[in-house]
């Protein structure tokens, strides 16, 4: 059978894994790219190369090798002028080699959407040494959140209380950046009732959107997430207004998770992924097509339903707590029993091939009809709590 087209996928941890099985089931063949050998992603695709997407040479080698009919980017830390060079060579980048040039580092995007867009943001400077770091925290202020300009999962961002914790922010930054560009952003502290993610589909037929994402994070990543967020309808609005704005100006077809922070009517821009989010998951479970359904849809230029959550639904993770290779998920068949007919839950194991300290290793699931997202929180925690990582040795 020739396959509906051919994509290679840049990273292959857990969202590049649900994507590859949305994609599969529409005939599609996938190459899963990761720096290390058998990745989530990789467990379920046709084929797979190792090697570091930061890598310029082993990135443009195994674009030649594979010819794709699209190139999927899941991570950040990607040389991404050589996703601009092969753009300009005829293969397609998605959403495009611009917007993965922006979106991969916080700075450009931030300039994008503050200078260029006009949209609300926090108050914010860039960082290239402690020195500077300083100087910036003095003139806005504390509490003052600090993160690299490239990271994902929460990865060296912390919240700095006065000047005393100015060094140990620069130290944890520069330990979790990714890539090769030593800076940060340093931005006020926002006084938020909450932040969600609005997942919002760019397609041949316009922009959608999912109903609004809330969630929780801990070290600056998510831990549990539940859809729909309850907020007014100027809030909503609000976010989908400036949603479109910046989805319109990074171009291409694809889903765009975008971060605000809300302060009752108010909506404050924060982030925006150009492709499925991981507090996103809980879709696996409170829609008919998940974000990785509606991804692949939008990048084949398939149509794009209406998109409901007709259900409360609510996510929740498996944290690993140490390094290991040899270990075991149990507890599975306690997490899938659901606590009464109005609810339903599910889990993804990862299958990652190591633990480490904080490192998602699974997520729960749960829905629950007619019932309100705290009940579906409590029984996507109380399901998550009932997975345990055997370690052994």
């Known amino acids: ?17 649900e994507f590859v099985i949305s994609a599969k089931r529409l005939g599609c063949h996938v190459v899963a ?18 090697f570091s997407m930061l890598d310029g040479d082993a990135l443009r080698a195994a674009i030649e090798k594979h010819q794709p009919d699209h190139i999927v980017p899941e991570v950040e830390a990607i040389r991404t002028e050589i996703l601009a060079e092969v753009e300009a060579g005829g293969f397609h980048v998605v959403p495009s080699a611009r917007a993965a040039q922006l979106t991969m580092n916080r700075d450009a995007i931030r300039d994008l959407a503050a200078s260029e867009l006009g949209l609300k943001t926090s108050t914010f400077e860039y960082a290239t040494s402690r020195e500077e770091l300083a100087a910036a925290a003095a003139r806005i202020g504390f509490p003052l959140v600090v993160k690299p300009v490239m990271s994902s999962s929460g990865k060296g961002q912390s919240t700095v209380g006065d000047a005393d914790g100015v060094d140990a922010a620069w130290d944890y930054a520069a330990a979790g950046m990714r890539g090769d560009r030593l800076r940060v952003i340093a931005e006020a502290f926002i006084d ?21 994402i809330g969630h929780r994070q801990e070290r600056g990543d998510y831990r549990e997430s539940w859809q729909p967020a309850a907020m007014s309808g100027a809030a909503l609005q609000s976010a989908q207004d400036m949603a479109t704005k910046v989805v319109d100006a990074l171009g291409g077809h694809g889903i765009f998770g975008v ?28 829609q008919e097509l998940s974000e990785f359904d509606l991804h692949a ?97």
């Open 1 to 17: 059978m020739t396959p509906t087209a051919k994509i290679l996928l840049l990273g292959s941890g857990e969202l590049g894994r």
């Open 33 to 50: 790219c990761d720096s290390y050998d058998g990745a989530p992603a990789m467990q379920v695709a046709d084929a797979r190369e190792v």
């Open 192 to 212: 938020f009732d909450y932040e969600i993610t609005l997942l919002t589909v760019r397609h041949k037929d316009g922009v959608s959107f999912c109903p609004p």
């Open 259 to 286: 971060e605000f922070f809300v302060k009752g009517d108010e909506v404050i821009f924060s982030e925006l992924s150009p492709r499925p989010h991981d507090t996103g998951m809980v879709t696996l479970i409170s």
């Open 297 to 393: 849809r939008a990048i084949l230029g398939l149509p794009i339903p209406a998109i409901v959550a007709p259900d409360a639904s609510a996510s929740a993770v498996l944290l690993a707590d140490r390094d290991a290779e040899d270990f075991a998920i149990t507890g599975l068949a306690d997490a899938l029993t659901p606590p009464n007919a109005q609810t339903a839950v599910d889990a993804r194991i990862f299958g990652k091939p190591v633990t480490r300290p904080y490192r998602r290793m699974g997520v729960a699931l749960a829905k629950v009809a007619g019932g309100t997202t705290d009940d579906a929180r409590a029984a996507a925690v109380s399901a998550a709590a009932r997975l345990a990582i055997a370690y052994r040795g």
